[in-house]
């Protein structure tokens, strides 16, 4: 039933003014800690980037274990905020030591301060002075809700301390509380049953390491076998158990956990638990209806305690990043109006007991207004406020006779810096009700407006802060990635499933070369099999020789002339529609991918997105190149423009089977180039498709060829060739090098010499800072190091870690690599999978018997079944080793890491750069002056900050390196069709006897 609106928006009138009259009766004392700390928080609010370095500093304080590196990391963070900071305290900020009495002295106020700080959002580090900090609650009549505050769980250990503590901590509150004496008010319902003093809020993620969407169910039985023991001593002991919600990608599998357990036999009839709504995400309507229909079949009553939302910087800017829809509502008052709406929908019904958790007094007097006008009893809805942030709120709400209850986070401060900051993000964002009262200045009545009218009254001016969600880079007007497969989406894995079924089917074909537009047979066959299930025969493979490698350069060479004279625009609307063409199959292309090169689900889908990116790039970017460069003076015409080589040789590997392949190939055909595609023999059913697409989309035959064959026969033959002026290869250092030598051999009748651009591999690490965030660095090298098994050119082979962080940073590495999930990689929950072939198998085998002798193995992972079923080499970690040993100087291509001690980041840096190769690598630290030296010193083609040093994107990221790494420029970038080009100068003399035209 729809309330009166004149009505009830008279009641939240009536309800806002009460709270404001309360509000002024629990103002904080003058100078009391309290109010020292509003002051302060409102003087950094007027000063947002000092409010940003401030914040970055206390999320690195608790690593900063002396002193020294206090100070230094304050300078540098203030240096950054020079513009918000009186000129007296920059000059002082120069002059400042690192070390000596006042060093030490403003080491302490800062740590004072942090602490300070730090004890207002969090109720203590340990269980005593929690139970302290609830006790002072219940005397001013306040209930509470525990949440223990915890590293991000990269490891299963992680996760079964943080079961474990759970089940302890019900236990001893339990303990501690049942004497209390009862307060009705507190532990008697409305109808006077009672309310569960012991209260408690989870996250499910932190339950099991491997949380992830991709594969809901394998992660829902793990979770839900870890939940149970938990909810039967909350059920034995008689305590609450609230579910949070955590950031978007997690919420679809928070509810279906939540809703599976509650319809248990054990847990069906239990009223006492909760789960979290965010008011901010624009789905939420969507699972209000679902749980409401939920409620219906469980017919116990359960809560659900509706928030705003704490992660919206979080939500916008991956949105941003990823080009996936952003799930937030990206103003304040769409927001606040969902708030509105779901907190009316919630109060209309009896099945789901309400509990509204703001700071916003309009959405505390509309939720008021609400249980007045549907005279609900008093009690049943409950009022919920954050620990340090809603003390003046909550004591308001109690004057008014209302229930409140208080999150209240505590744990150890490591662990809880990621929270603290998230608070005093809420605290201080142009979203916060304490904002708009301290810094916009807005009145009582501006301030209980209604959402919709507040924006008309303030013309919805868009805020600082949602800019997050707008481009930043340049190019954004011109190009835009092709979004990676959003996997959280039911529909996008039924979609990759049905996709793999169908390439199940098509198994076993026989794949001639095509040449000329036509199939041709050969008398060599390659048969192609899954290296997840070795035994499983994928399809046969036509392999060339030299008389079919002669028969595509003849015909390539014919064809070059008129392709050559084709106009660029038709060459780079042919480039779209290849773009289009594998868009349309873009899950039955990942799918080949999976079987034939062993790639987990969204490694092969990233690599047709980025297929696509570089057919969309390379158009955009020849249309570019196609306009002359004019230079004219009075008389005289001066033109440089571009023409294409003649045919080109693309040599790819099967790493990255249509990414690699498909750029090379498309950057070569936009610049009028003929192709001859020569793929690496394991992936070459993969590239058959990819000439399918370029003969469906129109590119005249003999433009492209597929030539699938072995390197040592066709491919020497390719690179030799007389009447080939390009050779693009991707692989192995060795062949590159072999392909570079004999590439520069003119041979009789050759009239020019021959272009060779190659990416030929890394040896590439990742610095550890000893400030670094621990939960980012070893999340972030397990990624780099065993993503794909370690078979990416860009993968980390090394890490290198400052000897303060040493043992912390190798414990959790050591178990987050224990809690990689090792299968075929057409499960979706795969972590790692085979290698590719058997030859490949045997060569890490021996790389690794070799490193032995260098260096201490401290892991070696079990392939358990799997070890005999396909190529499967678990990760390896070794320690202890020697900077210059083969295993810290050699490319392996595998899943072996080596980790190195180094005594500071000087040090760091030259092991670093003493290797031969030169293309990716990273560094995770949290201070500017130890970025900015990192910048300037890490000598390598590709440098990754604070990130995973895999994945780049096409124009985002440019591809490429030097050194031994490779030659030529980075794929993906501005430069590098230039190399499939030859530059022309054009001048015309236009003068005729003294006359020449003026325009």
């Not at 002193?67 to 120069?94: K, N």
């Not at 090169?597 to 955009?620: H, L, N, S, T």
């Not at 050779?727 to 272009?755: D, M, Y």
């Amino acid at each position: 039933m729809s309330p009166d609106r004149r009505a009830l928006e008279n009641l939240t009138q009536h309800f806002g003014r009460a709270l404001f009259d309360a509000l002024e009766v629990v103002h904080p004392p003058l100078f009391s800690p309290d109010w020292l700390q509003e002051q302060w928080l409102r003087w950094i609010i007027h000063r947002p980037n000092l409010k940003t370095q401030l914040f970055r500093l206390i999320d690195v304080l608790p690593m900063l274990q002396t002193d020294t590196a206090l100070v230094r990391h304050l300078r540098e963070y203030l240096e950054l905020a020079e513009p918000d900071l009186p000129p007296w305290l920059v000059r002082l900020l120069r002059l400042l030591p690192d070390t000596g009495p006042l060093a030490h002295v403003l080491a302490w106020l800062t740590r004072r301060q942090a602490l300070r700080t730090a004890r207002q959002f969090i109720a203590g580090e340990t269980l005593p002075e929690a139970l302290q900090a609830i006790t002072s609650l219940r005397r001013r009549r306040l209930a509470w809700t525990l949440d223990l505050l915890g590293e991000a769980v990269l490891t299963e250990s992680e996760a079964r301390q943080y079961l474990e503590r759970n089940v302890q901590l019900l236990v001893q509150l339990s303990q501690q509380t049942a004497n209390w004496p009862e307060i009705p008010y507190l532990d008697r319902d409305y109808d006077q049953l009672p309310i569960p003093r012991v209260n408690l809020s989870i996250k499910l993620s932190s339950f099991y390491s491997r949380f992830d969407p991709i594969d809901p169910l394998s992660t829902k039985k793990e979770v839900e076998a870890r939940l149970r023991p938990l909810l039967e001593t909350a059920r034995q002991y008689h305590a609450f158990i609230y579910f949070d919600m955590e950031q978007y990608d997690y919420k679809d599998l928070t509810l279906d956990i939540f809703c599976s357990l509650m319809l248990d036999k054990p847990f069906a009839d239990w009223p006492h638990v909760g789960i979290a709504l965010q008011a901010y995400l624009r789905d939420t309507p969507h699972d209000l209806d679902r749980l409401l229909h939920w409620a219906e079949q469980r017919r116990t009553p359960f809560w659900v305690r509706l928030v705003k939302g704490a992660y919206w910087d979080y939500e916008v800017i991956v949105a941003a990043q990823k080009n996936w829809p952003v799930p937030v509502w990206l103003e304040k008052w769409q927001t606040d109006a969902q708030f509105e709406a779901l907190t009316e929908r919630l109060l209309q019904q009896r099945r789901i007991r309400p509990a509204i958790a703001s700071h916003n007094l309009r959405s505390i007097a509309h939720a008021l207004a609400l249980a007045e006008y549907y005279r609900l009893p008093q009690g049943f809805c409950e009022f919920q406020v954050l620990y340090g942030m809603g003390d003046r709120i909550a004591d308001c709400l109690v004057h008014l006779g209302q229930k409140v209850r208080v999150y209240t986070p505590f744990g150890e401060l490591i662990p809880g810096v990621a929270y603290l900051v998230r608070r005093l993000l809420e605290n201080t964002s142009n979203q916060s009700f304490l904002r708009a009262t301290f810094l916009e200045h807005l009145s009582e009545e501006e301030l209980l407006m209604s959402p919709q009218e507040l924006a008309l009254h303030r013309k919805d001016r868009r805020s600082d802060r949602d800019k997050i969600a707008q481009p930043t880079q340049q190019s954004r007007a011109e190009f835009r990635n092709e979004p990676h497969t959003d996997f959280r989406r039911p529909e996008a894995r039924q979609d990759m499933l049905e996709a793999l079924a169908r390439v199940h089917q098509e198994l076993g074909q026989v794949y001639p070369l095509l040449i000329g537009g036509s199939p041709v047979e050969s008398e060599s066959r390659w048969e192609v099999y899954n290296p997840s299930h070795k035994r499983q025969l994928l399809g046969v493979v036509h392999f060339a020789g030299v008389e079919q490698a002669e028969h595509a350069i003849r015909a390539a060479q014919a064809a070059f002339p008129q392709w050559r004279d084709t106009p660029v625009p038709l060459r780079a609307s042919l480039l779209r529609r290849l773009a289009d063409w594998l868009s349309a199959r873009r899950f039955w292309l990942a799918a080949w991918e999976v079987y034939e090169c062993g790639k987990p689900w969204r490694e092969a889908d990233a690599d047709v997105a980025e297929a696509i990116d570089f057919c969309r790039y390379y158009a955009q970017e020849m249309e570019r190149l196609a306009v002359p460069r004019r230079r004219d003076v009075p008389g005289e015409l001066n033109e440089y423009l571009y023409e294409p080589r003649g045919v080109c040789v693309v040599i790819a590997p099967w790493n990255f089977p249509l990414a690699i392949l498909t750029g090379m190939t498309t950057a070569a055909l936009v610049c009028g180039n003929t192709v001859i595609m020569k793929p690496a023999e394991q992936s070459s059913i993969t590239a058959f498709w990819l000439m399918k697409g370029l003969q469906e989309v129109g590119f005249p035959p003999g433009v492209a060829h597929y030539l699938p064959g072995r390197g040592e026969e066709i491919g020497r033959y390719l690179v030799g060739h007389r009447d080939v002026q390009i050779i693009a290869f991707t692989g192995s250092r060795e062949v590159g090098l072999a392909i570079n030598q004999l590439a520069a051999q003119t041979q009789p009748g050759q009239q020019h010499v021959k272009k060779v651009i190659a990416e030929m591999g890394g040896k590439n690490a990742i610095i550890i800072d000893d400030d670094a965030d621990l939960d980012e660095a070893v999340d972030g090298v397990v990624y780099s190091a065993f993503g794909y098994q370690g078979q990416k050119c860009s993968a980390c082979s090394r890490v290198i870690v400052l000897r303060s962080i040493y043992d912390r940073f190798l414990a959790r590495l050591l178990e987050a690599t224990k809690s990689l999930k090792i299968a075929p990689a057409e499960d979706p929950g795969c972590d790692v999978g085979p290698v590719i072939s058997a030859e490949a198998y045997h060569r890490i085998l021996q790389a690794i018997e070799r490193a032995k002798h260098d260096a201490e193995l401290l892991y070696a992972g079990s392939a358990g079944a799997l070890a005999d079923e396909g190529y499967y080499i678990p990760p390896h970690i070794f320690v202890n080793v020697p900077p210059g040993c083969p295993l810290a100087q050699e490319e392996i291509f595998g899943p072996v890491l080596a980790v190195l001690r180094s005594e500071n980041l000087e040090e760091a840096l030259t092991i670093a750069n003493g290797v031969s190769y030169a293309l990716t690598g990273g560094f995770y630290s949290r201070s500017p002056g130890h970025i900015a030296l990192v910048r300037r010193e890490f000598r390598v083609g590709n440098l990754y900050i604070n990130r995973p040093i895999v994945g780049a994107l096409v124009d985002r990221q440019p591809f490429g390196g030097f050194k031994l790494s490779g030659i030529g420029s980075k794929a993906g970038g501005p430069d590098y069709l230039l190399q499939f080009l030859l530059p022309r100068t054009v001048t015309e003399n236009v003068m005729r006897h003294g006359f020449a035209p003026l325009d």
